[in-house]
């Protein structure tokens, strides 16, 4: 599957996300029902007919706008893309994984991994305690700012990022997202302000 066919799925994703974000309020339903179902399409072709490796990767370049998606793009924070290629990747690894078991290489895990572990359930167990562990707000922070998300990508990296094609996805996702962020930067600095996108970043509010 080539990166173009790749990234046009996961164009046809965003679209559809953003669509469906606006077709409640204008009265829509069947119109949100037919994005639904494109959307539903879009995340099944990337889970069933490309490498993870790009999910992944674009998970990680969407990571930089997370919790500010409704002020860029109007879409809800529950839909970020980030989360939904994240979702993708994970589901495409394990289709992999139940399609064909003996080409995947065996999951290792080492003492840091235990330690991981060991944190998610203390951060559980005082999210219980606490009696916070079932509120969505509670149920976020754990998994994505406290890092149960995380740990489990750094669990599962060495098996999506496993050959050195899938390697060098990562390596030139993180050297475009690197010179975005260097020009950004830069023009927040030294300006035009006007050329920095997207314009949030720049709105005092």
Known sequence: MSPWAAAAAGAVSVVVIVIAAFAPSVGYPLFLLGAAVLFVGSMAYLVLRTDPAWAFAGA??????AGNWEAFLGVPGVLGPERLLLAAGITGLAVQWWSDPDAMPRLRLEPVHWV????????????????????LDSAVRLAERFGVIPFLVFALAPLVFRSARQRTILLSTLVVLGGYLGVLAFLETVGPKALVFPRYIVDPA
């Open 60 to 65: 990680l370049a969407c990571s930089v706008f």
């Open 116 to 135: 991981l572990a060991l944190a998610v359930v203390f951060a559980v167990v005082s999210a219980l305690v606490a009696g916070t562990l079932f509120t």
